[in-house]
């Protein structure tokens, strides 16, 4: 055990993310993604929802700063009704990182994404539309 950690991140996670270099992304995908057939690197985090792994992330891991949205975000298709998770990314965003602006991918251009990704994270999390990329930044 490591000291202010989340226990939520795996060994194999945080190999992950230190391999990582600015402009990779990562892809944290709800329970319905194809994160098998699409991971270059899988990693499961079943037991978990986004928002709780998404926090823990963004702990450890700058959003890149030069890019006008580093967290995109698999896009519903209807403006009207924005899956209410979304509010929680914002939230856990804003609290570790600032205003960060977030981009909207139709679903297929997300999967195509997501394949170029270095990493999937497949989670337990029910919420439909629940997927995120994140950018990763620079450590200064």
Do not use: C
């Not at 939230?91 to 679903?107: I, T, Y």
């Not at 999390?125 to 997927?131: G, K, Q, R």
């Amino acid at each position: 055990m490591l000291k202010n950690i989340s226990p939520i991140l795996s060994p194999e996670l945080l190999k992950i993310l230190m391999e990582m270099g600015h402009g990779d992304e990562i892809v944290i995908g709800d329970g319905n993604f194809p994160a098998a057939s699409i991971a270059q690197r899988l990693v499961r985090l079943d037991g978990h929802g986004v928002p709780e792994i998404l926090d823990a992330i963004l702990r450890l891991m700058p959003l890149d700063t030069y890019v006008d949205a580093p967290v995109a975000l698999m896009d519903n298709g209807d403006a009207a009704n924005r899956p209410a998770i979304w509010a929680q990314y914002e939230d856990v965003v804003r609290a570790n990182e600032g205003d960060k602006q977030f981009e909207l991918v139709e679903r297929f251009a997300f999967y195509d994404r997501a394949k170029k990704a270095y990493a999937v994270i497949a989670t337990g999390e029910t919420a439909i539309y629940a997927n995120v990329i994140l950018k990763k930044g620079v450590v200064v």
